[in-house]
């Protein structure tokens, strides 16, 4: 950190942003959104071994995929404060600690209940990079590229569950069906150990933010930092300092009382409709989506779930190289349509029980708006329109909410799926069509209450939602 720091006092003071300096540091964090996806796909693989070998029934085969999430609620509730009070660097390598952890922990157990506990323990490791990664981006990014910046950490998210998929498919192909009920799906979980260890060391040459070091008075070490990320260092620093004393200077600022508690509000309405639109459904319970009404094997289905993940990772991309030339808002508008086109014909098509073409097509149309729009984009603004004064708080009861419907959806899906009534009579039909309703609601939400923030600085958001009350 020392030797950084030495770095940074000595960059250049010809006003100009250090690239590579910033994408280092980028993709640094972003290993934090690479486990974040990895850990919560990796049990695409495994669920249906975990269920033979634990002889789960259909609800603790939904708590099987969902328990983590319990961890990802604990852990978006502690960052808030473990941001403000550790840091973000700090924060985000006990979030590495925690997921080797729970990697090596969930490879070994006998019992449903010691899997169950690893899991949540990942699961906190996950709920605080969550909030922290593209939190601690988006204080390092300069204001006309964050966005982009920030995306690359979906971009993580979706290439670490790519690389599981691989990983999954690569180490089912190492046996029969009895190997992976009884072995297989403990390598699958073992694997991530590699890169969890490697997040954490990385995270030891990479500086603090500096908006935290200003919050503590510490400000040569932040000036330090701004040399390589801003045209204007002492602009950005002073301007960072004046929006932490213009909140010091309030009332006790507080995330109940306005202009805050709009924001928040904004922020957890985004993150509930990013849940309830469906996305984990396809991530944590693709193969067996595509076993249960497109008739397909445990080869197939998961030879499948990688063509998800790969248009999940192109489409992100595009994102990327458009969430800062259109902006946010458009691109939610037009992703949140496609969503809820395609959520909705996947659900008529297993009704109809014509699934044998369309099921894929429309799964991969459903899957590239989202990579658009609510993966990348809901994100973006998590970390944009938090005013620093609130930003632990706020983000943490954001994130928080995020997870809560990740469970509910998650634990949800399953029951649904194989409730008899429900199968019999709609074909599995019904929880698709509920997830294409949310899609229309959240159209008419972006479109009345979340405003632009392409090109404006963190420091000019707060004005932007009080105009938009």
């Not at 009332?251 to 109940?256: D, R, T």
């Not at 800062?324 to 996947?346: E, H, V, Y």
Request: proline share 3%; net charge neutral.
């Amino acid at each position: 950190m020392e030797n950084i720091i030495e770095e940074n006092k000595v960059a250049s003071a010809e006003g100009k942003v250090d690239f590579a300096f910033v994408i280092k540091v980028t993709l640094v964090a972003a290993l934090g959104g690479l486990l974040f996806g990895y850990d919560t796909a990796v049990i695409s693989g495994a669920i249906g071994s975990l269920q033979t070998f634990f002889s789960l029934t259909a609800a603790e085969k939904g708590f099987a995929a969902s328990s983590a999430l319990i961890g990802c609620i604990i852990g978006a509730a502690v960052a808030g404060k473990m941001a403000t009070s550790l840091g973000r660097k700090k924060s985000l390598i006990i979030a590495g600690v925690l997921f080797t952890i729970s990697a090596f922990g969930s490879a070994i157990p006998d019992a449903f209940t010691t899997f169950i506990i690893y899991r949540i323990i990942g699961g906190i490791g996950v709920g605080i990079a969550s909030m922290l990664s593209p939190m601690y981006i988006a204080e390092i990014a300069p204001s006309e590229y964050r966005g982009r910046l920030v995306s690359c950490n979906q971009f993580a998210i979706i290439f670490g569950m790519l690389v599981v998929y691989f990983v999954n498919y690569f180490i089912a192909g190492q046996g029969d069906t009895s190997w992976n009920d009884s072995t297989g799906w403990r390598w699958m979980f073992a694997s991530e150990c590699i890169p969890a260890l490697s997040f954490t060391f990385l995270l030891f040459l990479v500086p603090e933010s500096p908006r935290w070091l200003a919050m503590k008075g510490r400000d040569e070490e932040a000036a330090g930092i701004l040399n390589h990320i801003s045209e204007t260092p002492t602009t950005s620093l002073n301007d960072i300092k004046l929006s932490i004393a213009s909140d010091n200077n309030q009332e006790k600022a507080s995330v109940f009382k306005q202009p805050y508690l709009f924001i928040v509000f904004v922020g957890v309405a985004l993150s509930v409709f990013q849940q309830v639109t469906g996305i984990n459904v396809f991530l944590y319970y693709a193969p067996e989506i595509f076993k249960k009404i497109g008739g397909g094997n445990t080869d197939t289905a998961l030879l499948q779930t990688i063509v998800v993940g790969a248009v999940n990772l192109l489409f992100t991309v595009v994102a990327i190289f458009s969430v800062d030339r259109f902006g946010r808002k458009p691109l939610m508008i037009i992703g949140s349509a496609g969503m809820g086109i395609c959520i909705t014909a996947i659900g008529t098509a297993a009704y109809f029980q014509n699934t044998d073409v369309w099921l894929l097509v429309f799964v991969l149309g459903y899957i590239a708006c989202f990579a658009l729009s609510l993966g990348p984009i809901v994100w973006v603004l998590l970390s944009e329109i938090m005013p620093n004064q609130i930003r632990g708080v706020g983000l943490s009861i954001a994130v928080a909410a995020q997870w809560i419907f990740n469970f509910i959806v998650s634990q949800t899906f399953p029951m649904m799926m194989d409730n008899q009534y429900l199968f019999d009579n709609f074909h599995g039909g019904v929880p698709f069509w509920v997830y294409g309703s949310m899609c229309l609601v959240t159209i008419l939400f972006v479109w009345k209450y979340v405003p632009e923030t392409k090109g404006k600085t963190l420091e000019e958001m707060e004005t932007l939602f009080i105009d938009k009350k």
